[in-house]
């Protein structure tokens, strides 16, 4: 399995905001890329700080994803008021998530 990891800068996000506003579309959108096995919002509201990390089948899947992946990061940032600060990807070298 591989991940991008996608972060972004902006302004902080009060304590009541709705996180999940407008991310149907997005989801909708990224979960029809061959290969797509899930996705994470990570928020620090505080610093206004945010990455997201999507996890691939395999690191083809991953790179076939780019130019929409491309898209949808700019499109989000631009919407939320924030910056794309760094692009990273990685292979996954084991993971655990409890049920």
Avoid: I
Wanted: glycine share 8%.
């Amino acid at each position: 399995m591989f991940v991008r990891l996608s972060t972004y800068q902006g302004s902080p996000v009060p304590a009541q905001g709705d996180l999940t506003a407008n991310w149907e579309a997005v989801l909708k959108d990224v979960r029809e890329a061959p290969g797509f096995r899930g996705v994470y919002y990570l928020v620090d509201r505080a610093s206004g700080k945010a990455k997201s990390l999507t996890l691939w089948e395999d690191e083809k899947a991953m790179y076939a994803s780019e130019d929409q992946a491309n898209q949808l990061r700019d499109q989000v940032a631009q919407r939320e008021g924030q910056r794309v600060v760094s692009v990273e990807r990685f292979e996954v070298g084991f993971s655990h998530l409890e049920p």
